[in-house]
């Protein structure tokens, strides 16, 4: 008769199997948390970004009298697909006062963009009744509309990681 002896030091295959799963479990769990961070770090970013951008704008109206790319209308100005007029009267200003620093993000093609690649959204209270209300829409993210009136003189806003998603939004006045 043959003894039934089990060989030791070998893994059946079921065995392997559930280690390798055990693994991939831990890995995805690993990579759902590291993108966690990711975005927690990239809205931190945002707010740092449009703060900064605040603070050049708020610094321009105090050292030329009036708000940059202001015109001669005295009333609450969005600028979305149109800020560069700002970051180029920030930039460009006539006593080459630097307004904005590095802090500020990436400027490509007279833009600041976000950590998601998009521009941010300027609204500036030109008529200084310090309430900013405004309503805008931006062709990139058809039938999303931004609306928000607030006790503030300048206000900067990311669309976000998902434009499409209102709590994906980062607010300059929301610290």
């Keep these: 008769m043959r003894s039934m ?3 030791s030091g070998a893994f059946t295959l079921i065995e392997v199997l ?12 690993a990579l759902a948390g590291a993108s966690a961070l990711t975005q927690g770090a ?16 708020k ?10 790319g202001q015109d001669q209308d005295k009333h ?3 600028y979305n697909t149109n800020a560069s007029l700002v970051i180029l009267a920030l930039t460009n200003n006539p006593r080459n006062v630097q307004m904005l620093d590095s802090s500020a993000g990436t400027i ?20 200084d009744d310090g309430v900013l209300s405004f309503c ?15 006790n ?5 806003i990311s669309w976000g990681k998902n434009p499409f998603k209102p709590g994906d939004r980062v607010y300059s006045w929301q610290k």
């Design 136 to 150: 805008c829409t931006n062709a990139l993210y058809p039938g999303v509309v931004l609306t928000a009136a607030v």
């Design 152 to 156: 503030e003189t300048v206000a900067v």
């Design 108 to 127: 490509t093609n007279g833009t600041i963009l976000d950590p998601w690649y998009s521009a941010f959204v300027v609204a500036i209270d030109e008529n």
């Design 18 to 29: 559930m280690v390798i799963a055990l693994i991939l479990i831990l890995i995805s769990l």
């Design 59 to 68: 610094t321009y109206k105090t050292t030329y009298g009036k708000w940059p």
């Design 5 to 7: 002896t089990k060989r």
């Design 76 to 78: 609450d100005v969005v």
């Design 42 to 57: 990239q809205r931190k970013m945002a707010l740092t970004q449009a703060n900064v951008l605040v603070n050049a704008i």
